[in-house]
């Protein structure tokens, strides 16, 4: 990683959320097959829509800056996206895997959240006007993401109570 000044940093750190959001397009498909609750695989459905018009909204701000994009795979979704494969691997399908699927959802929401934070920031302090509030608005829509998902945990967590009492 050659970063020496903050606009490389920006480059940098958007190369890498713009593939993380790439290979999400291709894990979210999955996730939503391998949920037994019809809410769960409805959410992972809605949020695909929603991570193409965030790889949407990175092309153009990269048009926007006249920037170009560096080439390289975010090792952090990688290790999160295998996570899923193993959760679907390893657990029977049903409300223990749909759980474990949330939790993982979840650690990608505040990757992304954590992730899209930073851009904002940078972009804010390199003057890049046109770019903060397309940032900002998929920074909004990672955290509708992850609250959602934690409603969908909690609602199922006393669905299965119910069942067991």
Known sequence: MSVKTIEDLFVH???????AEKQLTKALP????ASSSPELGEAFSSHLEETQGQVERIDEIVELLGIRLKRMKCAAMEGLVEEGKEVIDEI????LRDVALIGGGNKVEHYEIASYGTLVALAKQLG????????SATLQEEKAADAKLTLLSEQLGKQKMAENA
């Open 128 to 135: 890049y006007a046109k770019a903060v509030p397309l940032l």
């Open 92 to 95: 029977e399908k049903g409300p």
């Open 30 to 33: 999955r996730l939503a097959r």
């Open 13 to 19: 750190e958007l190369s890498d959320i713009y593939s």
